[in-house]
């Protein structure tokens, strides 16, 4: 290689980290100028621009094992709302990518482990009365945008578990028991051998009392996967 090439060479590599440096920076007084223009009073401005980073630095984590953050935090509960009832694509996008980070090495070592196959994501099914309200089922949504990250991990089934019955709304239901006796009985298992030997993924938006997941678990044991992973983003 001649001097000339080689001086090239040298100086595009310090072109690139000096353009490096630059963006660490800008980044930092990025996200300083998100914290001026949206202020945690206005949280749901906020989300549709906010980095998963950013997110987690700003909000308060749950002490749960199945759940991410603390549903009391604003601006958790601002992006709950806009999954939940609004179905916002952006939002969404921030939600899976949330989940996609607190899951991945666990899932990517239980499939390693478990003989290759995708982990199977099952939504929690919704009434139809509740679709036709809404448009969308939320936990499905969630699992399309994992699905969109990583689709070399994960395999999304939404004819595994169906809902036969509808309940109301675990919000509404304020003593703990009515909300246990309400999902009993409500979800019936379509395909058991899909499951078996599989790592399945069922996510939930908010943990209240667990009772949902825990009906989810066990009607998908029925068909003896390899292992179940229940999350949520809140509680």
Known sequence: ???????????????????????????????????????????????????????????????????????????VRALIWH??????????????????????????ERIQFGGGKKALLIPIPAHKKRIAKRGFNQTTLLLKGLLALENKLYELDESVVVRIKETG????????????????????????????GRVVIVIDDVLTTGATLAEMQKVLKEGKPGYILTLALAH
């Open 169 to 196: 709304t675990q919000s509404s239901m304020k003593r703990r028991v009515d909300r246990l006796k309400a999902t009993q009985g409500v979800f019936s298992l379509k395909n058991k051998a899909v499951l078996k």
């Open 83 to 108: 999954i939940k009832y609004k179905g916002d694509h952006k939002v969404v996008e921030l939600g899976s990518k949330l989940l996609h980070d607190a899951l991945y090495e666990e899932v990517a």
């Open 1 to 75: 290689m001649e001097k000339n090439e080689i001086s090239e060479t040298s100086f595009h590599k310090k072109l690139f980290r000096v353009f490096h440096k630059l963006w660490a920076v800008s980044k930092k007084f990025f996200v300083l100028f998100l914290d001026f223009l949206f202020p945690r009073e206005d949280e749901s401005l906020l989300l549709s621009i906010i980095t998963p980073e950013h997110f987690l630095s700003r909000v308060s984590k749950s002490d749960s094992p199945q759940a991410l953050f603390d549903y009391k935090d604003p601006l």
